[in-house]
């Protein structure tokens, strides 16, 4: 019996370690006051890889544009974390592509890629994506990609 009820003790010790674990993870992964945690959630039948561009840090001039994060179909996936303001992204799956065009910018394939965005930066046009463009004041954003 005493077996048992250590086991119990255990099992509460850890859940409650893995509750207040879960409830850090955003800060631990650089998620503070001036950072926000971005998410893509996948609705379309088909894998998306996604592509974002940030600010470098918080209060930096200087844009990166990094990817390719690929999302299961049905899936939701944390990306990570980033300054909060202006944010840009685009997913493909398939022929389907998502970004509204409010800034074209160029992508590498295969990935992953980072680099800064220069102003002087040219690539092919089949390289050249639209991204949407987000001001983001939020601690958290989710990104949902529906076909």
Not at 77 to 101: C, E, N, V
Not at 103 to 112: D, S
Request: aromatic share 10%.
């Amino acid at each position: 019996m005493k077996s048992v009820e250590m086991w119990v003790a255990a099992f509460v010790v850890g859940a409650a370690l893995s509750s207040v674990a879960s409830a850090a993870e955003p800060e631990a992964a650089g998620a503070g006051e001036s950072m926000f945690a971005f998410s893509v959630c996948n609705r379309a039948p088909r894998e998306a890889s996604v592509a974002i561009s940030s600010r470098l840090a918080p209060g930096s001039k200087d844009f990166v544009v990094s990817g390719w994060w690929r999302v299961a179909a049905g899936t939701c996936r944390k990306i990570g974390a980033y300054p909060r303001g202006h944010f840009y992204m685009h997913a493909t799956a398939g022929a389907t592509r998502w970004g509204k065009g409010d800034v074209n910018l160029c992508v590498e394939n295969p990935g992953p890629f980072k680099r800064i965005n220069l102003t002087n930066y040219r690539c092919s046009a089949d390289l050249l994506r639209k991204f949407s463009h987000q001001d983001i004041h939020a601690a958290s954003w989710q990104w949902t990609l529906t076909p």
